[in-house]
């Protein structure tokens, strides 16, 4: 059997997930003044940088941290249960993962965009507004497809030109009321399990 390193996880002040058993974490706790430190930072974020992942060493074995990381970016498995955003960080997939395959625990996965709103008590207000875009957007794509429509019979032009437009316009409908919906089911979310009876923020 072989020795393994326990993952030890804590959230920095931005929601970012970072690994104390990470064979880089003394560079992750640094604060960061600039932007390229920041943009170095996020580079680093990842089990694929740690040297217990080389060694094979780790709570999560090679082979199976390499198929965590193919279903986060190539089949979006991992998504915000917030806002149904993609996971772009891996430590917060790991960070889940572990607290539910060691202690059994469910936790959700946030991104740091909603992380930050949580934080700042303003969940509710940036999910209505963002919301509101997206349903403003599939009302432009409306528009859009009635414009080219009014063209078409106007100008007498041929109803295949109306294929090319049509395609992108129905696709950016559908992409912005499926956010949005996304959008509705986290905030049912967030008022069923971050609110408590008496109305409060769960912290």
């Keep these: 059997m072989r020795d393994i390193i326990e993952p030890e996880f804590e959230i920095d002040e931005k929601g970012r997930v970072l690994c104390k058993t990470h064979s880089n974490f003394e560079f992750f706790s640094q604060p960061k003044v600039n932007r390229y430190q920041q943009r170095e930072l996020e580079k680093q974020l990842t089990c694929e940088t740690c040297s217990h992942f080389f060694?094979?060493?780790?709570?999560?074995?090679?082979?199976?941290v390499n198929m965590i990381e193919y279903d986060r970016k190539k089949r979006n498995a991992?998504?915000?249960k917030l806002c149904g955003n993609k996971i772009d960080r891996m430590l917060t997939v790991m960070h889940k993962l572990y607290y539910k395959e060691k202690y059994n625990i469910e936790l959700p996965l946030i991104c740091c965009t909603c992380y930050e709103t949580l934080k700042d008590?303003?969940?509710?207000?940036?999910?209505?507004?963002?919301?509101?875009m997206f349903l403003?957007?599939?009302?432009y794509a409306i528009y859009s497809l009635i414009s080219v429509l009014f063209f078409i019979l106007v100008y007498q032009v041929r109803i295949?030109?109306?294929?090319?437009?049509?395609?992108?316009?129905?696709?950016?409908?559908?992409?912005?009321?499926?956010?949005?919906?996304e959008i509705k089911e986290g905030m049912r979310y967030y008022q069923k399990y971050f609110i408590d009876s008496n109305n409060n923020n769960i912290r």
């Design 78 to 80: 991992f998504k915000c």
């Design 160 to 181: 295949y030109y109306l294929l090319v437009f049509l395609l992108p316009i129905i696709y950016l409908f559908y992409q912005n009321m499926k956010k949005r919906k």
């Design 55 to 64: 060694n094979d060493d780790c709570f999560f074995p090679r082979s199976e």
């Design 136 to 139: 403003y957007n599939a009302l």
């Design 121 to 132: 008590g303003k969940f509710i207000e940036s999910s209505k507004w963002r919301s509101n």
